[in-house]
């Protein structure tokens, strides 16, 4: 069993900056994407950020050139930089992650339990 666990989501002011962590535990053969979602309320999950493990990385349009995510490979662990908050990237974060246990098994997806981002006006 993987588990993802996130921190530093919260309440910060537009044009403010906060930086999420998410670090992956458990049995793990190698993590092949890690990224970031968000949800609003009755809304699906859109992609925010995702990287490879050969650190190839994609954006949300509405992000890019504010938004900068990372991985310590070393650390399973994935970061999410984001500066230039807006009020409409108050959401739910979620971390994923493409998890293989073994070398040879299947490859699964991961979710992380989310962590709130408020940004006020």
């Known amino acids: 069993q993987v588990q993802l666990v996130e921190s530093g989501g919260g309440l910060v002011q537009a044009g403010g900056s906060l930086r999420l962590s998410c670090t992956a535990s458990?049995?793990?053969?190698?993590?092949?994407?890690m990224g970031w979602y968000r949800q609003y309320p009755e809304k699906q999950r859109e992609l925010v950020a995702t990287?490879?493990?050969?650190?190839?990385?994609n954006y949300a349009d509405s992000v890019k050139g504010r938004f900068t995510i990372s991985r310590d490979i070393a650390k399973n662990t994935v970061y999410l930089q984001m500066n230039g908050l807006k009020p409409e990237d108050t959401a739910v974060y979620y971390c994923r992650a493409i998890v293989k246990v073994t070398d040879s098994g299947p490859k699964y997806l991961a979710w992380g339990q989310g962590t709130q981002v408020t940004v006020s006006s």
């Open positions: 458990g049995i793990i053969s190698s993590l092949e994407a």
């Open positions: 990287a490879t493990s050969g650190s190839t990385t």
